[in-house]
């Protein structure tokens, strides 16, 4: 049984393309996360881009997960990753499932820099699909603008095979 987990790292593109490479990861969504608005085409409304992480829990935690987060953010940046800036590029973990929150909890409570730390940790109040023209970005453009490091964008990387 699949289970999923709203986690936000300032843009998208190289979120969701660091996630879809992590064992456990079946499938990554871009979007946005707890704002107001019904649909991407209206102005952001308080939202966070982020991406939907759906994983097999018998493959992967939800606290690795977040150690996965932690390994691409600057987690005490507020409302910044890279050269994005703004409310929308904050960093957060969101769930409608409490135990994923308590996990998300734990994991900044256990490290020795926790008050520094400027990760939200909320309910999932709302998600909204991005478009087309989001989703799988660095995927269809690896050239594009990307704050996290290329390395660790490749770290989990699967090698393609070439046929024989």
């Avoid at 709203?6 to 660091?18: I, R, T």
């Avoid at 960093?91 to 256990?110: M, W």
């Avoid at 704050?147 to 090698?159: E, F, G, N, V």
């Amino acid at each position: 049984m699949a289970d999923e987990i709203y986690l936000a790292g300032g843009c998208l593109w190289g979120v969701q393309e660091f996630f879809r490479h992590v064992p456990g990861v079946l499938t990554t969504e871009a979007g946005r996360a707890n704002g107001t608005a019904d649909t991407t085409d209206a102005p952001y409304d308080g939202y966070a881009e982020c991406v939907r992480v759906t994983f097999d829990p018998t493959q992967q935690t939800v606290t690795g997960l977040i150690g996965c987060l932690f390994e691409i953010i600057d987690p005490y940046s507020v409302n910044q990753q890279g050269a994005d800036t703004g409310l929308k590029y904050r960093t957060g973990v969101y769930s409608d499932n409490p135990a994923h929150l308590d996990a998300a909890r734990a994991v900044i409570a256990n490290r020795d820099d926790r008050d520094r730390v400027a990760v939200e940790v909320l309910p999932l109040t709302r998600f909204v699909p991005s478009d087309a023209e989001h989703q799988d970005r660095l995927t269809r453009c690896p050239d594009d603008y990307c704050h996290i490091d290329p390395a660790l964008l490749r770290k989990y990387k699967r090698p393609v095979s070439s046929p024989t």
